[in-house]
């Protein structure tokens, strides 16, 4: 299948993200360098501003490409002890009273059908039904500060769950008094601090199991990526007798000496938003429309490496760890299953 235009696109508009990032680093240089000195830390020296910066470049790329109900910002989710619609008591409420989140770099968020307590600009506090994502933005992935991204991100998540209406009678098909799939959570870096080989998939896995605990199949974390470098994703879950099985890729962004296939980062983002925005717990009437192309080779490269056994009530009892080096063998794995 020959390279769609689609993939040279979002090639152009990561490498325009990019060139907006360094032009912040070659204005706002890091002068705590010595002159001449050959640590390779740079950034800016005004760190805190940088990191917003890059939050909001990201945050421009999904409003420009989300649908216009859709609105990228940043803030606080706050779900309060009230009730959901006509006294529904479904919402999870520990002892009835509020919780929020930590503040967080983005907020996908319904503002088109959802009320917000407060917004200044790009800025919200928001409750938890209309909330379509949740990503954390770094400068640098690191290795020691994913556990800390991943349980503030899993926090988040959790505050998020809850139930459609009863639409049934309206609409024949439409789901009726089902809980609503959650957001997706995202941890996505401009670099990396290490490289994504086996042995660092296995530790970012561990890290996913000693942090998602009891949350359910949902709310572990969709993606975890780095523009120029790899994206490490939640593949959809497959029902196993009483269990699901829900497998996790990892794909290099560059091969050899090719330039780095940075559009995989902003097209999985985008492809999993609106995955969920098409869902049938969220938009039972609307389909997702042919917006995003993986090629080929890029599908053949995937790697599988991981998978977690999760009960099917949604709750997380069971780990295991496997590694598949091919294709074929993923091929035969979904023959036997």
């Not at 240089?29 to 990191?51: A, I, R």
Request: net charge neutral; aromatic share 10%; glycine share 6%.
């Amino acid at each position: 299948m020959p390279e769609s235009n689609i993939s040279k696109y979002f090639d152009d508009v990561a490498q325009s993200l990019m060139s907006n990032y360094k032009r912040f680093e070659l204005l706002i240089p890091n002068t705590s360098l010595k002159k001449g000195s050959e640590e390779t830390k740079g950034g800016s020296d005004h760190t805190g501003e940088e990191g917003r910066f890059l939050e909001s470049v990201i945050r421009s790329f999904l409003n420009k490409h989300l649908p216009q109900n859709l609105r990228a910002l940043s803030g606080f989710i706050i779900r309060p002890a009230a009730l959901c619609g006509d006294n529904d008591t479904r919402r999870a409420r520990d002892q009835k009273v509020d919780k929020h989140s930590p503040q967080l770099d983005i907020i996908v968020y319904d503002i088109g059908n959802y009320p917000v307590f407060e917004q200044f600009d790009d800025f919200a506090i928001v409750p938890p039904e209309g909330v379509y994502a949740i990503i954390s933005v770094k400068k640098q992935l690191r290795m020691d500060d994913i556990e800390h991204e991943l349980k503030a991100l899993a926090y988040s998540a959790s505050l998020c769950h809850h139930y459609n209406k009863n639409i049934g009678e309206k609409f024949k098909g439409a789901p009726a008094n089902q809980r609503v799939a959650g957001p997706i959570t995202a941890l996505i870096g401009f670099k990396t601090a290490f490289d994504l080989n086996t042995t660092n998939s296995k530790k970012i896995f561990e890290k996913i199991r000693d942090v998602q605990g009891e949350n359910p199949v949902d709310g572990i974390v969709k993606l975890i990526s780095s523009i120029e470098e790899f994206s490490f994703f939640r593949a959809d879950h497959r029902l196993e007798k009483d269990k699901f099985r829900v497998p996790f890729l990892w794909i290099k962004h560059k091969i050899g000496n090719e330039n780095p296939r940075m559009n995989l980062t902003l097209q999985y983002l985008l492809h999993f938003i609106l995955k969920l925005y098409y869902d049938d717990t969220r938009q039972p009437l609307l389909m997702k429309p042919g917006f995003n192309h993986f090629n080929e080779s890029t599908r053949k490269e995937k790697k599988f490496e991981n998978f977690l056994i999760v009960e099917k009530e949604h709750f997380l009892t069971e780990l295991k760890y496997n590694s598949f080096e091919t294709v074929e063998e993923i091929k035969e794995l979904k023959k036997d299953k």
